[in-house]
């Protein structure tokens, strides 16, 4: 093991080894279920902006996004504007309500004024499907990071770290809760943004502060020439590939307000105004960020031997820290390459945790004390169950993980986000604001939106058909050879949420379920004021 390699495995011992203090720190804090679910409500507005921004700004984002944008130029940008102004969305229809009108899960909204059981069994898969297909995305983002620090290309130690990613991420949800989680995820935003930072003004510098020059260094890089700048790259290619774009679009715009492990958040601050808050100063930290990735990503087009990266790109920023730090073998390469990729795993491991924990709670509070139990269960029993749940999560995302490792991680985020927009989305914008909803809409709007989206989502080249056209490798889930694909688009949204709110009308306009008229009230007063919002559900 080389300098650089010892560097590198001390700097990421150092931050496993502050997460886990703040881990157990965090347990001895957490004494009941409202500690390890909502962290005691006591978090600030600027607290919570800050563990959101770490919540949201995933491996996706950081290595995922830099890498599409250093293989594609401008259509890889468009990731980064989809992710950010999905945030006006979340601010302007859901935080607030859904602080106000909800105690622990989505559920608990949807749930207020249906039937429990089908409501709550519905957002709960919804939940841990949603919550799967973004653990995917960190766990290939951990493999490849370990294996570039490591100087390794063997598959299975790559498997080894993916495995060592899952074990950790849950013990900090089983040890820490919500506020292990929540600390977790605070001080990594901030080492993500002071990191980020750092690179951005190196490789500025090295293009004298001229934004201009670094993006027509990367044009030239590229071989692309100006065809890197503009449209069309990727997206534009085919009638195919411009309803891609599309797709892609609507579930980055659209997905966010529906995200779970984003909208727990919400309920960890004491007020209506603190959730106001938390989502300005997460609009802030995220727009300030993937302002970052615009360098990152042209940078690493610029600078980067496009030789050393990935098929993926999930290596561009680390990459490009060791070349701005003074390229392979020197000490400022070294340094800053164990740096960033120390900063990529604490991100990794604060999203993985949130994901965990979100579907976890959801498991327990939903299915297990709402549906099998009828609301009577302890809250021991409860979080003993939440506990089991995030091992038994957290397994399913080991093993899926491991055969999906040739995806580009934000690509995979961008799928969570189109289940997230078809499946709840569409129920919790028509619980809000449609008195006549019910509870047969509710459910055909989240299992039309879930089975339709991950249907799609299987027979697409994202599981099998694709091919590398230079190398023959296969760039799907599957192995080369193996092609069952006959949905042509690699993201459904397109299809998927029109399809989610179209079920939600059709399953409320055929119900026979008198209105509830009463209770639709109730919430729009819950939702406006927040009065009410912590006790019990309970009819």
């Known amino acids: 093991?080389?300098?650089?390699?010892?560097?590198?495995?001390?700097?990421?011992?150092?931050?496993?080894?502050?997460?886990?203090?703040?881990?157990?720190?965090?347990?001895?804090?957490?004494?009941?279920?409202?500690?390890?679910?909502?962290?005691?409500?006591?978090?600030?507005?600027?607290?919570?902006?800050?563990?959101?921004?770490?919540?949201?700004?995933?491996?996706?984002?950081?290595?995922?996004?830099?890498?599409?944008?250093?293989?594609?130029?401008?259509?890889?940008?468009?990731?980064?504007?989809?992710?950010?102004?999905?945030?006006?969305?979340?601010?302007?229809?859901?935080?607030?309500?859904?602080?106000?009108?909800?105690r622990y899960t989505m559920a608990d909204q949807l749930a207020y004024r249906m039937k429990q059981r089908p409501v709550r069994m519905a957002a709960a898969t919804s939940t841990v499907v949603v919550s799967i297909f973004y653990l995917l995305a960190q766990m290939v983002g951990a493999g490849a990071l370990?294996?570039?620090?490591?100087?390794?290309?063997?598959?299975?130690?790559?498997?080894?770290?993916?495995?060592?990613?899952?074990?950790?991420?849950?013990?900090?949800?089983?040890?820490?809760?919500?506020?292990?989680?929540?600390?977790?995820?605070?001080?990594?935003?901030?080492l993500l943004m002071t990191g980020s930072a750092l690179i951005v003004i190196l490789v500025l510098a090295q293009f004298g502060f001229?934004?201009?020059?670094?993006?027509?260094?990367?044009?030239?890089?590229?071989g692309k020439g100006d065809a890197f700048l503009q449209p069309g790259l990727k997206y534009g290619l085919s009638f195919t590939s411009e309803m891609d774009?599309?797709?892609?679009?609507?579930?980055?715009?659209?997905?966010?307000?529906?995200?779970?492990h984003i909208l727990i958040r919400f309920y960890t601050v004491p007020t209506s105004a603190d959730a106001r808050k938390s989502v300005l100063w997460a609009i802030g930290l995220i727009g300030v960020f993937y302002l970052f990735t615009l360098v990152l990503g042209f940078g690493a087009a610029a600078l980067v031997d496009p030789a050393t990266l990935d098929k993926a790109g999930n290596l561009a920023a680390p990459l490009l820290a060791q070349e701005v730090g003074g390229g392979e073998g020197s000490v400022g390469g070294a340094v800053l390459l164990a740096l960033i990729s120390a900063v990529a795993f604490a991100t990794i491991l604060a999203v993985v945790a949130g994901l965990t924990l979100t579907s976890s709670v959801s498991v327990a509070h939903d299915i297990y004390n709402s549906v099998i139990k009828h609301g009577k269960a302890s809250e021991k029993?409860?979080?003993?169950?939440?506990?089991?749940?995030?091992?038994?999560?957290?397994?399913?995302?080991?093993?899926?993980?491991?055969?999906?490792?040739?995806?580009?991680?934000?690509?995979?985020?961008?799928?969570?986000?189109?289940?997230?927009?078809?499946?709840?989305?569409?129920?919790i914008i028509y619980n809000m604001f449609w008195k006549?909803?019910?509870?047969?809409?509710?459910?055909?709007?989240?299992?039309?939106?879930?089975?339709?989206?991950?249907?799609?989502?299987?027979?697409?080249?994202?599981?099998?058909?694709?091919?590398?056209?230079?190398?023959?490798?296969?760039?799907?889930?599957f192995p080369a050879g193996i092609d069952f694909s006959w949905f042509p688009l690699e993201n459904p949204g397109i299809i998927s949420i029109p399809l989610g709110f179209f079920l939600g009308w059709l399953g409320t306009v055929t119900s026979k379920e008198p209105e509830t008229a009463e209770r639709y009230i109730e919430l729009e007063v819950r939702a406006l004021t927040g009065a009410g919002s912590e006790k019990a559900i309970t009819h």
């Open 1 to 102: 093991m080389d300098g650089s390699q010892i560097l590198t495995t001390v700097l990421f011992l150092a931050v496993v080894a502050i997460t886990v203090g703040i881990t157990f720190w965090a347990s001895r804090q957490t004494k009941t279920a409202a500690d390890y679910y909502a962290g005691g409500r006591g978090f600030s507005g600027f607290q919570n902006g800050l563990a959101i921004g770490g919540d949201y700004m995933s491996a996706a984002s950081f290595l995922g996004i830099s890498g599409a944008i250093a293989l594609s130029g401008y259509d890889g940008f468009l990731y980064s504007i989809g992710f950010l102004v999905a945030w006006l969305v979340a601010l302007l229809l859901v935080a607030e309500v859904l602080r106000n009108s909800g």
């Open 146 to 190: 370990v294996a570039l620090l490591l100087g390794v290309e063997d598959q299975a130690v790559k498997n080894i770290v993916i495995l060592f990613v899952g074990a950790l991420m849950i013990f900090y949800v089983t040890v820490g809760g919500m506020k292990g989680t929540t600390w977790v995820q605070i001080v990594k935003a901030v």
């Open 210 to 222: 001229n934004l201009s020059e670094l993006l027509g260094s990367a044009a030239d890089a590229s």
């Open 245 to 260: 774009f599309v797709s892609l679009g609507l579930a980055l715009v659209l997905g966010t307000a529906g995200l779970p």
């Open 381 to 427: 029993d409860e979080l003993k169950v939440s506990r089991w749940a995030a091992a038994g999560i957290g397994l399913i995302a080991i093993l899926l993980a491991i055969p999906a490792q040739s995806l580009n991680i934000a690509f995979l985020v961008a799928l969570a986000f189109a289940v997230a927009a078809s499946a709840n989305l569409p129920a």
């Open 436 to 477: 006549r909803f019910n509870t047969r809409g509710a459910v055909w709007s989240i299992y039309g939106g879930l089975i339709s989206c991950v249907g799609l989502v299987f027979f697409s080249p994202v599981v099998s058909g694709k091919v590398d056209p230079a190398t023959g490798d296969s760039l799907s889930l």
